[in-house]
């Protein structure tokens, strides 16, 4: 699909832990969209977004935000009261995305192999383990590893848990504990209806958190991954199928745990991202740049995904 000139509204910033993440991804967005020649109104989200979006009425919005409320379905649901065209996935998609849990409802029963667990009250946390150790506690609903704790037997957090030690139980009412799966971390992206790469990080220390996803020097990406060609194909499989069975629109990303002694049983989906970042250090433009397609050639057909979609719900 070639794009026509269009007026492009991106939508950044928010008052989330992301915000920092968001305004680099809506700044490359913006600027690689007038360097194609469109009209770019920037948009930096706050409690009057409705009224900013309806005064500059553009024909599309690139949703840029990472993080609640615009990746939660509230954005998305204002929206589509407002009658507007925006990228990434719609209402329902996103509400049930952003929460880890109901990601493993809707994907685990179709075959989707993801890890065990469930969602603990921290006060529960200070009182005993709610697994064995090691276990990850995260929240329930934050990406790019906001808040993840990896508590183990060695670990400095105190057994039980202490109050005072520093962690997601301070921020958090309640969590979600799953088992540790030793191994490596692996993503895949999709775009349309195409899985793209697999991508191994490796951070240089400590495991994938928000810093080392952000901080430029402290993860190795490995793109494409030296895995053996069935984990690859898996990768690929599973991230398509979760993309489709969620309902995703745009591009979206998976990400791995595997398990390298185990083989394809040691694959694990941990959660599929609805708007991955488009930052200098982010996975889907890398991906995406591999295969021959630039970053505003990925930016446009994100856009047009968007007003395919449209077209074919009016």
């Not at 969209?33 to 005064?55: N, S, W």
């Not at 810093?211 to 194909?233: F, L, N, R, W």
Request: glycine share 10%; charged share 25%; proline share 6%.
């Amino acid at each position: 699909m070639i794009l026509p000139k269009l007026h492009i509204a991106v939508l950044m910033g928010g008052w989330s832990n992301e915000r920092p993440v968001s305004l680099m991804s809506g700044e490359g967005v913006a600027a690689a969209l007038e360097e194609r020649g469109h009209r770019v109104t920037r948009i930096d989200m706050g409690r009057d977004v409705a009224q900013k979006l309806a005064e500059t009425a553009p024909d599309v919005v690139f949703n840029a935000l990472h993080g609640s409320p615009g990746e939660d379905g509230t954005v998305q649901g204002m929206m589509d009261l407002m009658g507007l065209t925006y990228t990434h996935s719609g209402l329902v998609t996103s509400v049930i995305a952003i929460d880890k849990e109901l990601t493993k409802q809707a994907l685990v029963p179709h075959g989707i192999p993801m890890p065990g667990g469930r969602i603990v009250p921290v006060a529960e946390i200070h009182e005993r383990d709610p697994l064995e150790r090691p276990y990850v506690l995260k929240p329930v609903n934050e990406g790019s590893s906001v808040g993840v704790a990896i508590v183990t037997r060695e670990g400095n957090y105190g057994n039980p848990i202490s109050r005072d030690a520093k962690g997601p139980w301070q921020e958090f009412d309640r969590l979600l504990a799953e088992p540790y799966i030793r191994g490596r971390e692996l993503t895949t992206a999709v775009l349309g209806d195409r899985a793209l790469l697999v991508t191994e990080l490796k951070p240089k220390s400590g495991f994938y958190d928000f810093d080392s996803k952000y901080t430029d020097g402290m993860t190795e990406h490995v793109c494409p991954a030296q895995i053996p060609d069935e984990i690859t194909q898996a990768c690929l499989d599973l991230a398509l199928r979760c993309h489709q069975l969620l309902g995703c629109k745009g591009c979206s990303r998976t990400d791995f745990r595997w398990d390298d002694g185990r083989g394809v049983e040691g694959l694990f989906v941990l959660e599929t991202n609805t708007q991955p970042g488009m930052t200098p250090l982010s996975l889907v433009p890398e991906q995406a740049r591999y295969l021959g397609i630039s970053y505003g050639e990925l930016v446009e057909m994100i856009i047009a995904d968007a007003l395919a979609a449209k077209g074919a719900a009016a």
